[in-house]
Every structure is written in structure tokens, then in C-alpha cells.
């Protein structure tokens, strides 16, 4: 019995002891995966730390370059009329409605100093209000209001300079940087982040529309604000904050520019088809409200439509290409954000352009890479959401010329929407790459995009050089010559902007379409020593044959589009 009973001790103490070195394993194991976890999120919080600094030196140095950019050229055409709009004045309206008092451009019946078309591009004293900004929209412009209000404001707190005008845009694109971060980061990690990021910061594309004065690049901000809260809303479920973030986002898109209507309804159709945590009965509200506040300004559409077809800019896009075929014309629009080629920013011949093979090869091979290693799942989830806004945006205007007999898919401002979508997906592709090899092919695409950037610098817009027009103008310009400028509203107010000499302008375009030739002309040039002509080659221009008849050529220039011509009396001293 007391055998048993020590036996019995005996195997239980061992039993102990076994159990307590399975315990002791057990411990040491869970404390091993505590430390490989903690070291696992320390190099994981490491990673997200060293890609926030990468990303905040992109931004700084894509800051810097979007600054050197806007700082080099003087405002073009459609700038002048963003500058126009937001002060209260309109430029376009027939004459027959024209009302000085709502600050509508009234063509003066003789020369005047540039001071005179100047006050154009100012705030009034006392300042205008903002229903002047939506009047002068109405009645001329092909766009909502939001980016005019804006920059009125803007303009009121920081003043009406050609670079206080493009900081506005700069800020615009330099604030879609957040947006880029984290869906890339979301959908791919953070070696996606920084790759999207540094191609949409550095892409010629990017870098053009953030130094224009125009709303573009607060279109591009909708979009990535629709598009973040969307992702966020599927995944994380319904929050009002991020809800709130969706409706004014959209609201201000869709008051910013029609074409956000394109990605806006891919992005919906994409809620309405993924099964995530944000339920459709939530998404009707979010609609609900967005077309709530959007009404009262498409309740105008109509009118402003109405308006904008007298304007140039309409006839403008019914213009077909030289050399056009909607077939080429559809592939350039997949294409031009990968090639990077600023050469398409202006497609007059499509017969010149030449393509960047360079980078688009390097985009092809990295995403057929990609496409082998990602297979299906780069078409499910989030990232389908980026295919789905890429292809509404690039198809949306090919629909709209279909209907409407336009060209608008010729010039690339009408696809932009599609960007963003376009440099997320390629960061996707870049984060499914060996880390050495995605930084070298980075590398190499933004070295190929290098040469646009350095044209944009030296000659950003090489058909319309406004300034340098102006300066050549106003070369030993005197009080008893004029300058005869034979262009639209705003490229007359653009060349007074930047005139310094003391001959006074006049616009012969609006005499010439309201009083025969020659007498108009007659108006504006008697007791003149010298005539300064300036027009556009594209467009005839009857007043050179009238002056080459009646003048002699003493300088004839050929800037851009623009040619400029001195003109001296045959047999007097004056004309």
C-alpha cells in the first residue's frame, strides 16, 4: 500500500513537473509571438513613418516646382476671364445687354489707356457683391459658380496678381495629396501611397492644371474627397462626419464643373453594386440631400446654357481637329496621363503630336507585371472603384461629343477627372513590384516626364503668349500711336494687363462686327502716327488688307497664334 501510494506521488510530481515545463513552453511561446508582434508593429509604424516623411518631402518639392511653374508665364485667355468673373465683370455678353453698372464690359468708341480695360481684372471700391459673381457666370460662362465664389473671395483677402490667382489652384492640388495617401494606403499598403503620390505630384498633367487659374484642380479635389469618404463609408460603415464629408463634396463638385457628373456616377454605381457596411437606404439619404443642394442652380442650367452657346469658347469646341479620328482621339485619352506628353495640352494638329513611348512602356511593363501577380484581384474591391471612375471619366466625354457633335475628347481639361484614378492604380501596380525594382522604375518614369516640365518653365503656353506680346507692343510706344488689337474681350484685356507703354488700345473686333468697313476703322486710328496691329492667324482679319493698303510695313512679328504688325501713313504724317 505505501508502494502505491509513493508511486502514485511519485508519477504525480513528475506529471507536475512535465506540466509545469509545458507551461513554462507555453508562456515562452506566447512571449516570443508578443515580441515578434511588437517588433512586427514596430517595423510596421516604423514603415508608415518613413513613408509620411517621404510623402511630405513629394509635397514640399512638388510645392516648390507648382510655384517656379506659375511664377514664369503670364495669364492666358480663360485665365483673364476666371480673373474677370471673380471681381464682378463679365466679358462675353451681347452688347445689347450689356449693363455698366453690373460691371459688364463695354467696348469704349475710341482708344483708351490700358488703365481702362485694366479696372476689368479689379475688385470695385466698394467691392462687388457676390451675386454680381453668379450674374457674370449666368450670362457667360460654361460652368457653375463655386470656383468663381471662391476665388472671389480669395482675390478680396490676397489681391488679383497672376500668382495670387494660381495659389489658389496650387493649394487646391497640393490639399488632393491627403486624399491620394490614404486611398492608396487603403487599397495597397504604403509602398502604394508613396508611389501614387509622387506620380500624381510630379505628373506633367498635375503640375500644368495646378498653376492654371482655372477650377480644375478643385475639380480634382471632389473627386478624391468623393471617392476617400466612399471607401471609408464601405468599409468602415455609416459615420455622419465622413456622410457629411461624401454630400459636400459631391455638392461641390457638381458646382465646380459639369463634367464631375461622370466619375460621380461611377462612384455611386460602385456603392449601389459592392456589398460593404454602408447600406443603401444610408446612400439614398446622401443622395437625397446632394441633389437637394444642387437644384436651385441646375433650375439655371438651361439659361446659362443658353448664354454660353453666343460665347466663343462654344464655337470653339464644335471646331473638328486637323487630322481627328475618335478612334486615336479615345486611345490618346487612355493614354495621355501615362505618356505625360504636354504636347497634347493643346492638340491643334493632331498630326504633330508626338507620343512619349519612354514612359508608356515603362507603365506597361510595370503593369503587366502587376496584372500576372494581382490577376482578379486588382478588378474586386476598392480597386475597382479606381477602374470604374478611370473609365467613366475618360468615356464620359466621347458620349457627350456623340450627342452633342462636339470635340471636347480632343483637349485633355475634359477628361481630367480620369488623373487621379490613373496614378492610384499605377501606385497599386508599383506596391506589387520588389521594393528596388518599383523605385527604380519610378525613378525612371518621372526622369521621362522631366523635359515636359522643363518646357512647361521656358514656354508654358507657346500659343498665347499674352505678356510677351504686350512687351512687344509697348517697345517705344508713344502717346500719338495705337495699338489695334483684333481678338476676343479677354485677350484684349490680357495684352492691356501687361502693356507699359504710353500708346493707348482699342479692340477692333466689336467696332467691325457692329459698323462697316472701313469707317470703324477709320474711328479708331485717324490723326495716328503709327497703327501697332495684333490678331490671331487663325482667324481672318479684314482690317490687314485695309492697312496694308493704305500703310507700310515698318515691323511685322510672329508670336505664338499671334502676329504683330507696324503700320506707318503712305504719304502723311499721320492716317
Known amino acids: 500500500m505505501d508502494e502505491f501510494t509513493n508511486s502514485d506521488v511519485a508519477g504525480n510530481a513528475l506529471r507536475s513537473r512535465r506540466g509545469d515545463r509545458s507551461t513554462l513552453t507555453s508562456k515562452g511561446g506566447s512571449a516570443r509571438r508578443r515580441r515578434d508582434d511588437g517588433k512586427i508593429n514596430r517595423d510596421s509604424a516604423n514603415t508608415r513613418h518613413r513613408t509620411l516623411w517621404l510623402v511630405l518631402a513629394v509635397a514640399c518639392l512638388a510645392a516648390f516646382v507648382d510655384v517656379v511653374v506659375a511664377s514664369r508665364s503670364g495669364l492666358w485667355r480663360d485665365e483673364i476671364s476666371s480673373l474677370a468673373k471673380a471681381t464682378g465683370h463679365n466679358l462675353e455678353q451681347p452688347i445689347h445687354v450689356a449693363d455698366p453698372k453690373q460691371g459688364d464690359f463695354v467696348e469704349p468708341e475710341h482708344p483708351v489707356l490700358a488703365d481702362e480695360f485694366r479696372r476689368y481684372l479689379k475688385h470695385d471700391h466698394p467691392f462687388a457683391g457676390p451675386s454680381r459673381v453668379i450674374r457674370a457666370v449666368l450670362l457667360s460662362e460654361a460652368h457653375p459658380p463655386l470656383y468663381f465664389l471662391l476665388l472671389y473671395a480669395w482675390t478680396m483677402a490676397l489681391g488679383t496678381s497672376d500668382i495670387v490667382l494660381r495659389l489658389f489652384s496650387i493649394i487646391c492640388s497640393l490639399a488632393c495629396m491627403p486624399f491620394v495617401v490614404s486611398i492608396a494606403r487603403r487599397l495597397g499598403g504604403s509602398r502604394a501611397a508613396f508611389s501614387s503620390c509622387a506620380l500624381f505630384a510630379f505628373s506633367p498633367w498635375t503640375i500644368y492644371f495646378a498653376t492654371e487659374g482655372r477650377m480644375y484642380s478643385l475639380l480634382l479635389l471632389c473627386v478624391l474627397a468623393v471617392m476617400w469618404a466612399s471607401l471609408v463609408l464601405h468599409d468602415d460603415g455609416v459615420s455622419l462626419s465622413v456622410s457629411a464629408v461624401w454630400v459636400l463634396s459631391s455638392v461641390a463638385g457638381f458646382l465646380t464643373q459639369h463634367i464631375f457628373v461622370f466619375p460621380w456616377l461611377a462612384i455611386v454605381a460602385w456603392l449601389l453594386r459592392s456589398r460593404g457596411k ?93 496584372a500576372w501577380q494581382l490577376r482578379l484581384q486588382a478588378f474586386r474591391g476598392g480597386r475597382l472603384l479606381l477602374w470604374l471612375v478611370f473609365g467613366a471619366a475618360c468615356l464620359g466625354p466621347l458620349a457627350f461629343d456623340l450627342v452633342t457633335h462636339t470635340y471636347t475628347m480632343v483637349h485633355p481639361r475634359y477628361s481630367v477627372a480620369a488623373l487621379p484614378s490613373a496614378y492610384l492604380l499605377a501606385g497599386l501596380a508599383f506596391a506589387a513590384l520588389e521594393r528596388r525594382i518599383a523605385l527604380i522604375g519610378l525613378t525612371l518614369i518621372i526622369l521621362t516626364w522631366v523635359p515636359d516640365i522643363s518646357s512647361m518653365y521656358r514656354a508654358p503656353l507657346p500659343w498665347r503668349p499674352l505678356r510677351e506680346i504686350a512687351q512687344a507692343v509697348s517697345v517705344n510706344a508713344s502717346s500719338s500711336d495705337v495699338i489695334l488689337v483684333h481678338e476676343t474681350r479677354a485677350d484684349v484685356l490680357g495684352i492691356a494687363r501687361y502693356a507699359t507703354g504710353l500708346a493707348p488700345l482699342a479692340s477692333s473686333l466689336e467696332p467691325l462686327q457692329t459698323r462697316p468697313m472701313p469707317d470703324s476703322l477709320n474711328g479708331l486710328i485717324a490723326g ?35 502676329r504683330i504688325v507696324d503700320f506707318r501713313p503712305i504719304n502723311s504724317k499721320t492716317f
Open 528 to 562: 495716328r502716327t503709327r497703327v501697332i496691329f495684333v490678331w490671331n492667324v487663325l482667324e481672318p482679319a479684314p482690317e490687314e488688307k485695309w492697312l496694308r493698303a493704305n500703310g507700310v510695313v515698318s515691323r511685322d512679328l510672329r508670336m505664338g497664334w499671334y
Open 278 to 370: 454602408f447600406a443603401r437606404l444610408n446612400l439614398a439619404v446622401c443622395l437625397f440631400l446632394t441633389l437637394a443642394l444642387i437644384l436651385p442652380w441646375y433650375l439655371r442650367l438651361p439659361f446659362s446654357v443658353g448664354s454660353f452657346r453666343a460665347t466663343p469658347t462654344a464655337a470653339w469646341l464644335t471646331l473638328r481637329p486637323p487630322g481627328f479620328d475618335r478612334t486615336v482621339a479615345f486611345r490618346d485619352t487612355l493614354l495621355r496621363f501615362f505618356s505625360g506628353s504636354s504636347q497634347q495640352l493643346w492638340p491643334i494638329d493632331l498630326r504633330n503630336i508626338i507620343n512619349h513611348d519612354r514612359a508608356l512602356v515603362l507603365f506597361g511593363v510595370v503593369a503587366a507585371v502587376a
